[in-house]
């Protein structure tokens, strides 16, 4: 054994370290770039939420979310978004109704069931390509199908929506899955539970915060998309409650309508029927936000 300081001894290797101040000096570089970073995307956001609630909050009012919509050429104090309001929850609705349930049992398969297999990576690939789709495409794709053939309706918007859901949901509740941790299956597996049963009692309540959270997510998002319902659903201005025959409208076909007007009432009401759309978007962000914060809460 060589000894140090030995004329024998081999060269000894010399450790360079960082001074702790060198280590201080580029966390508060990272530290800074990154609230550049955050305040640059900021910017663009906060222009477009004054903007909206500049020239909507004037015209909101419970007349202009109850009363029906109004020919285009009256003024902005005359009618409202009540048949739009209608038609986009009925539509978001039915297309939460579609695409949560598929969204999580494909999640479930390609985490719990799947793994590498062939088909669980065809379904995740196939997932993240859908997720790139323009909306334009799953519009005019729905339309080919289902419109040509049925004639417009909401259900025809609803498979539009549900088609742009279904991967979020189906990539979000992946990752949820994939959170809880394996002692939890190894434990209910050692006291004999079959998989089926471990899955459904264990892993989905550990999981079911991040899981309704995602697809509330998925839900705000699709309650925005114009193209897909200007093909499917058509533009009406009174209440259709039937969802799955006949034309329907929608906030964000009504803010496409009035939005090309050149009738100061008529862009008046697309401004109002904006802020709405926000607001409903919002409600749904906070309502996420809750929901995982309380299943958190439960968890610890």
């Known amino acids: 054994m060589a000894v140090p300081g030995h004329p024998r001894a081999g060269p000894q290797k010399v450790v360079l ?157 992946e990752e949820m899955l994939k959170l809880v941790p394996d002692s939890l299956r190894e434990g209910s597996y050692a006291l004999g539970a079959t998989k089926a049963r471990v899955t459904t009692t264990v892993v989905l309540p550990a999981a079911l915060g991040g899981i309704v959270s995602g697809a509330l997510l998925a839900v705000a998002r699709a309650a925005g998309e114009t193209a897909p319902l200007l093909f499917t659903i058509g533009i009406v201005t009174s209440v259709n409650t039937n969802v799955f025959s006949g034309p329907n409208t929608s906030l964000p076909s009504q803010i496409f309508l009035n939005a090309t007007q050149p009738y100061v009432g008529a862009q008046a009401r697309g401004w109002g029927a904006a802020l709405t759309l926000v607001a409903i978007a919002f409600l749904f962000m906070i309502a996420a936000r809750l929901v995982t914060a309380r299943f958190a809460r439960y968890q610890h």
């Open 17 to 173: 370290r960082e001074p702790p101040s060198w280590r201080r000096t580029k966390n508060q570089v990272v530290t800074v770039l990154m609230v550049l970073a955050f305040l640059i995307v900021l910017v663009p956001l906060g222009f477009v939420l004054v903007t909206v609630i500049a020239k909507g909050a004037s015209i909101i009012s419970w007349q202009f979310l109850t009363s029906s919509i109004p020919p285009n050429v009256l003024p902005a104090n005359v009618g409202g978004m009540g048949p739009a309001i209608v038609g986009t929850l009925e539509i978001t609705a039915l297309a939460t109704v579609i695409s949560v349930p598929l969204g999580v049992l494909g999640a479930i398969y390609i985490n719990e069931y799947g793994g590498k297999g062939v088909l669980a990576q065809v379904v995740r690939f196939m997932a993240d390509v859908m997720t790139g789709v323009p909306s334009i495409i799953i519009g005019l794709f729905i339309f080919t199908l289902w419109t040509l053939r049925f004639q417009y309706s909401g259900l025809g918007g609803a498979l539009a929506l549900a088609c742009l859901m279904l991967p979020i949901v189906i990539r979000s509740s």
